[in-house]
Protein backbone atom coordinates (compact mmCIF):
# COMPACT_ATOMS: atom_id res chain seq x y z
CA UNK A 1 0.00 0.00 0.00
CA UNK A 2 1.13 3.84 -0.74
CA UNK A 3 0.00 7.21 0.18
CA UNK A 4 0.87 9.36 -2.59
CA UNK A 5 2.99 10.74 -1.14
CA UNK A 6 5.65 10.98 -4.00
CA UNK A 7 9.47 10.32 -2.10
CA UNK A 8 11.86 11.38 -5.30
CA UNK A 9 12.09 10.99 -8.82
CA UNK A 10 13.92 8.74 -11.33
CA UNK A 11 15.77 8.97 -14.54
CA UNK A 12 15.19 5.93 -17.12
CA UNK A 13 18.42 4.67 -17.93
CA UNK A 14 17.48 2.25 -20.20
CA UNK A 15 14.47 0.14 -21.88
CA UNK A 16 14.50 -3.39 -22.93
CA UNK A 17 11.97 -5.57 -24.16
CA UNK A 18 11.57 -9.01 -23.89
CA UNK A 19 8.60 -10.69 -25.37
CA UNK A 20 5.94 -8.91 -24.48
CA UNK A 21 7.68 -7.31 -21.68
CA UNK A 22 9.50 -4.26 -20.68
CA UNK A 23 12.23 -3.73 -18.37
CA UNK A 24 12.45 -0.29 -17.54
CA UNK A 25 16.47 0.42 -15.83
CA UNK A 26 16.26 3.51 -13.34
CA UNK A 27 18.31 5.73 -11.86
CA UNK A 28 17.37 6.89 -8.63
CA UNK A 29 18.61 8.53 -5.02
CA UNK A 30 16.69 5.84 -2.96
CA UNK A 31 18.59 2.54 -5.03
CA UNK A 32 20.92 1.79 -1.79
CA UNK A 33 17.92 1.67 0.08
CA UNK A 34 16.02 -0.75 -2.18
CA UNK A 35 16.17 -4.60 -2.51
CA UNK A 36 15.12 -7.37 -5.16
CA UNK A 37 11.74 -8.19 -5.00
CA UNK A 38 10.16 -5.01 -3.28
CA UNK A 39 7.24 -2.96 -4.26
CA UNK A 40 7.68 0.82 -5.55
CA UNK A 41 4.91 2.57 -7.43
CA UNK A 42 6.42 4.55 -10.41
CA UNK A 43 4.09 7.30 -11.65
CA UNK A 44 1.64 5.33 -9.79
CA UNK A 45 2.15 1.98 -10.75
CA UNK A 46 3.31 -0.91 -8.57
CA UNK A 47 6.42 -2.35 -9.93
CA UNK A 48 8.35 -5.01 -8.03
CA UNK A 49 12.59 -4.12 -8.36
CA UNK A 50 14.49 -7.68 -9.66
CA UNK A 51 17.76 -5.92 -10.44
CA UNK A 52 19.80 -3.87 -8.53
CA UNK A 53 23.26 -2.12 -10.02
CA UNK A 54 24.47 0.61 -8.48
CA UNK A 55 22.18 3.30 -7.99
CA UNK A 56 20.38 1.69 -11.00
CA UNK A 57 17.70 -0.64 -10.47
CA UNK A 58 15.61 -2.79 -12.72
CA UNK A 59 11.43 -2.97 -13.32
CA UNK A 60 9.79 -5.16 -15.89
CA UNK A 61 5.79 -4.14 -16.94
CA UNK A 62 4.14 -7.06 -18.22
CA UNK A 63 1.43 -6.14 -21.76
CA UNK A 64 -1.34 -5.63 -19.03
CA UNK A 65 0.69 -3.06 -17.51
CA UNK A 66 1.69 -1.66 -20.59
CA UNK A 67 -1.86 -1.91 -21.95
CA UNK A 68 -3.77 0.30 -19.32
CA UNK A 69 -1.24 2.74 -18.14
CA UNK A 70 1.51 5.37 -20.25
CA UNK A 71 4.40 2.98 -19.32
CA UNK A 72 4.58 1.91 -23.13
CA UNK A 73 5.37 5.78 -23.89
CA UNK A 74 8.50 6.12 -21.65
CA UNK A 75 12.03 6.77 -22.95
CA UNK A 76 15.03 7.01 -21.70
CA UNK A 77 15.64 10.26 -20.12
CA UNK A 78 12.22 10.87 -18.86
CA UNK A 79 12.07 11.34 -14.87
CA UNK A 80 9.01 8.99 -12.77
CA UNK A 81 7.35 9.60 -9.72
CA UNK A 82 8.82 7.16 -7.17
CA UNK A 83 7.26 6.53 -4.37
CA UNK A 84 8.32 2.84 -1.43
CA UNK A 85 5.31 1.00 0.12
CA UNK A 86 4.22 2.74 3.41
CA UNK A 87 6.12 1.10 6.37
CA UNK A 88 3.57 -0.07 9.20
CA UNK A 89 4.37 2.52 11.40
CA UNK A 90 4.76 5.28 8.87
CA UNK A 91 2.41 8.28 8.55
CA UNK A 92 -0.30 8.49 6.26
CA UNK A 93 -0.13 11.93 5.19
CA UNK A 94 -1.85 10.84 1.33
CA UNK A 95 -4.43 8.26 1.15
CA UNK A 96 -4.74 4.83 0.64
CA UNK A 97 -3.51 4.31 -3.12
CA UNK A 98 -2.21 0.98 -4.01
CA UNK A 99 -0.65 1.38 -7.04
CA UNK A 100 -3.07 -0.22 -9.51
CA UNK A 101 -3.82 2.18 -12.22
CA UNK A 102 -7.44 2.43 -12.61
CA UNK A 103 -7.22 3.95 -16.79
CA UNK A 104 -5.20 6.76 -18.44
CA UNK A 105 -6.24 10.11 -18.26
CA UNK A 106 -5.11 13.34 -20.24
CA UNK A 107 -3.56 16.52 -19.79
CA UNK A 108 -6.36 18.97 -20.96
CA UNK A 109 -5.23 22.58 -19.89
CA UNK A 110 -2.28 23.96 -18.03
CA UNK A 111 -2.64 27.77 -16.23
CA UNK A 112 0.01 29.40 -14.43
CA UNK A 113 -1.98 31.15 -11.32
CA UNK A 114 0.94 32.98 -10.06
CA UNK A 115 2.72 31.23 -7.79
CA UNK A 116 0.73 27.86 -8.23
CA UNK A 117 -0.18 25.40 -11.06
CA UNK A 118 -3.96 25.27 -12.12
CA UNK A 119 -4.03 21.69 -14.55
CA UNK A 120 -7.37 20.25 -16.06
CA UNK A 121 -7.83 16.50 -16.76
CA UNK A 122 -9.61 14.76 -19.04
CA UNK A 123 -10.59 10.88 -19.26
CA UNK A 124 -12.69 8.01 -20.62
CA UNK A 125 -16.05 8.25 -17.74
CA UNK A 126 -17.76 5.07 -19.62
CA UNK A 127 -14.79 2.80 -17.42
CA UNK A 128 -17.67 3.48 -14.56
CA UNK A 129 -14.79 5.72 -12.66
CA UNK A 130 -15.59 9.00 -11.38
CA UNK A 131 -14.42 11.87 -9.21
CA UNK A 132 -16.42 13.42 -6.73
CA UNK A 133 -15.94 17.46 -5.35
CA UNK A 134 -12.64 17.52 -3.20
CA UNK A 135 -11.97 14.40 -3.16
CA UNK A 136 -8.98 12.38 -3.36
CA UNK A 137 -7.52 11.33 -6.78
CA UNK A 138 -3.86 9.76 -7.36
CA UNK A 139 -2.28 11.29 -10.63
CA UNK A 140 1.19 9.68 -11.88
CA UNK A 141 1.14 8.12 -8.00
CA UNK A 142 0.89 11.69 -6.35
CA UNK A 143 -1.86 12.13 -3.95
CA UNK A 144 -4.49 15.11 -4.74
CA UNK A 145 -7.86 16.91 -4.29
CA UNK A 146 -9.72 17.33 -7.02
CA UNK A 147 -12.44 20.00 -7.76
CA UNK A 148 -14.51 21.10 -10.72
CA UNK A 149 -15.80 17.56 -11.17
CA UNK A 150 -17.60 16.87 -14.18
CA UNK A 151 -18.50 13.53 -15.82
CA UNK A 152 -14.99 12.76 -17.51
CA UNK A 153 -12.79 15.26 -16.24
CA UNK A 154 -11.85 17.28 -13.31
CA UNK A 155 -9.15 19.81 -12.00
CA UNK A 156 -6.32 19.71 -9.16
CA UNK A 157 -4.14 22.67 -7.90
CA UNK A 158 -0.06 22.27 -7.46
CA UNK A 159 1.90 23.97 -5.20
CA UNK A 160 5.30 24.87 -6.00
CA UNK A 161 6.83 22.40 -4.22
CA UNK A 162 5.11 19.60 -5.65
CA UNK A 163 5.43 21.22 -9.15
CA UNK A 164 9.10 20.93 -8.29
CA UNK A 165 9.26 17.86 -6.58
CA UNK A 166 7.38 15.59 -8.98
CA UNK A 167 7.17 15.50 -12.64
CA UNK A 168 4.17 17.73 -12.65
CA UNK A 169 7.01 20.32 -14.16
CA UNK A 170 7.03 18.08 -17.26
CA UNK A 171 3.94 17.65 -17.90
CA UNK A 172 2.24 19.41 -21.01
CA UNK A 173 -1.26 19.46 -22.97
CA UNK A 174 -1.95 16.34 -24.14
CA UNK A 175 0.36 14.11 -22.29
CA UNK A 176 -1.09 11.11 -20.67
CA UNK A 177 -0.83 10.44 -16.96
CA UNK A 178 -2.26 7.11 -15.19
CA UNK A 179 -5.27 7.77 -12.83
CA UNK A 180 -5.89 5.67 -9.60
CA UNK A 181 -9.28 7.02 -8.33
CA UNK A 182 -10.40 6.44 -4.55
CA UNK A 183 -10.56 3.14 -3.58
CA UNK A 184 -12.89 4.18 -0.80
CA UNK A 185 -15.26 5.72 -4.00
CA UNK A 186 -14.95 2.95 -5.88
CA UNK A 187 -16.26 0.06 -3.53
CA UNK A 188 -19.07 2.59 -2.76
CA UNK A 189 -19.66 2.85 -6.31
CA UNK A 190 -19.78 -0.92 -6.73
CA UNK A 191 -21.77 -1.63 -3.51
CA UNK A 192 -24.32 1.11 -5.07
CA UNK A 193 -24.33 -0.20 -9.07
CA UNK A 194 -23.99 -4.06 -7.53
CA UNK A 195 -22.06 -6.46 -8.99
Not at 73 to 84: D, F
Not at 130 to 159: D, H, Q, R
Request: proline share 2%; charged share 20%.
Amino acid sequence: MFTGIVETMGEIKAITKEGTNIHFDIQSPITGELKIDQSVAHNGVCLTVVQIEGDVYRVTAIDETLQKTSLSEWSVGKKVNLERCMPANGRFDGHIVQGHVDQVGFVKKVDSQDGSWLFDFSFDDTKGNVTVEKGSITINGTSLTCFNSIPGGFSVAIIPYTYEHTNFHQLKVGDKVNLEFDIVGKYIQRMVKGY
